[in-house]
């Protein structure tokens, strides 16, 4: 008999089930060095499943804009500034001022370390999550605090509220999270933002909110029906679904003030002229959102169904990327992965097992499941 999907998924994905699979791992702090975790030398020749990038290229329009760019690379970016943060504000329905554009989501989030974190103050993070603030949090000297994800892979919203305390800070919230490509539930996030302490900021990263499709989630991004706290600030990024990683852009959304002291943080001048101009090109072209959304839901079911198809079980995902159990210490994939040209995502613990796979195009894909059906059987432990 056919198993209805959404059924086979309750059975695929990790959940209650086999919660008894995943390691626990307490409050431990950040020990991590994010740069060590960094760009591992890439060959220029291998298939890149570890970035979650867009496979597929920069969209079109900003391509063409920087093609034609060239010879304005002699000129600061003067007013490119203001007409891309202009443009994103009247998107969101929101006034110029409260928009900070930054070299990517990255350089929001060390503006949002340097202002809230220091001595003193403490940053808490799921685990696993996209770790790079931690980073920042440890050059501040803030403690850092890991609170592992629940067992549906969203964020435990309650222990990071008990965790909060009476301190003060910031919370980060990946949604959808990196790299479980899971969702916190809106309804749940507005709940805690009432509730946290007020010496503590709320980061919400959306660096992959363009990839949510279907309301099944309930997921409902913070800028689009923002919520007016001094507390919040919502990060996007043009990385992701635009395919403009390598140019360097995001944005902020905050309340005026908020953004103000963010914005006191910024290195002036730092997004490049070719940078903001295809920025705006590729805000100016929704339909290439559409496309990439609609062809990344169908590399994403193309992926389920190869792993159904040998039995790995998957965390349902909701980004360009999912986590895969492989039944063995992950480090064992991504080594038989580099010695064949494939370079998939590092080890995310304490899901010691799970590889993130970020969607290649069909022909990559197909490479990557070759690779993975050659991979040695593992040598019983008896
Ligand atoms: C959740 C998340 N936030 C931010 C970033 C960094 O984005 P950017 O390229 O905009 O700095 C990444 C990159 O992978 C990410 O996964």
Aim: charged content about 20%; proline content about 6%.
């Amino acid at each position: 008999m056919a198993i209805p999907r959404r059924q086979f998924f309750r059975q695929m994905m990790i959940g209650a089930g086999t919660a008894a699979t995943l390691p626990v791992i307490g409050k431990s702090a950040w020990s991590g060095n994010w740069r060590s975790l960094q760009f591992d030398a890439a060959p220029g020749t291998a298939i890149r499943l570890d970035s979650n990038e867009n496979p597929y290229g920069p969209c079109s329009k900003g391509c063409e804009t920087l093609k034609g760019m060239a010879s304005s690379a002699n000129r600061y970016p003067k007013h490119d500034y203001i007409d891309l943060a202009e443009a994103i504000a009247a998107t969101h329905g929101v006034s110029r001022e409260r928009v900070v554009l930054g070299c990517g989501s990255a350089e929001n989030l060390r503006m949002a370390a340097a202002c809230y974190l220091g001595p003193g103050k403490t940053l808490i993070m799921a685990s696993p999550t996209f770790e790079l603030i931690a980073q920042y949090a440890q050059n501040a000297g803030a403690q850092v605090i890991m609170v592992p994800l629940t067992r549906d892979h969203a964020h435990d919203l309650n222990a990071m509220l008990e965790r909060a305390g009476t301190g003060q800070g910031v919370v980060y919230i990946c949604n959808p999270n990196n790299p479980t490509g899971t969702v916190t539930p809106r309804a749940d996030l507005e709940a805690f933002v009432r509730k946290l302490p007020s010496g503590y900021t709320v980061l919400m990263d959306e660096a992959y909110h363009h990839f949510v499709i279907g309301s099944g989630a309930a997921y409902t991004s913070f800028i689009d029906r923002p919520v007016e706290s001094d507390q919040l600030i919502v990060t996007r990024t043009f990385s992701k679904i635009y395919g403009l990683a390598g140019m360097r852009i995001g944005y902020a959304v905050a309340t005026p003030d908020t953004a103000r002291r963010l914005m006191a943080q910024k290195v002036d001048w730092a997004m490049s002229l070719l940078a903001v101009r295809a920025a705006m090109a590729a805000w100016n072209d929704p339909d290439h959102v559409r496309n990439a959304a609609t062809r990344n839901a169908g590399d994403r079911q193309e992926f389920y169904n190869q792993a159904k198809a040998r039995g790995i079980p998957v965390i349902e995902s909701q980004a360009n990327f999912a986590m895969m159990d492989s039944g063995r210490p992950v480090e064992e994939v991504i080594d038989h992965f580099k010695r064949n040209n494939v370079l998939i995502g590092r080890p995310f613990p304490p899901y010691t097992s799970y590889a993130r796979i970020s969607f290649g195009t069909p022909p990559e894909m197909q490479e990557f499941w070759r690779v993975w059906d050659t991979m040695p059987a593992r040598k019983s432990a008896a």
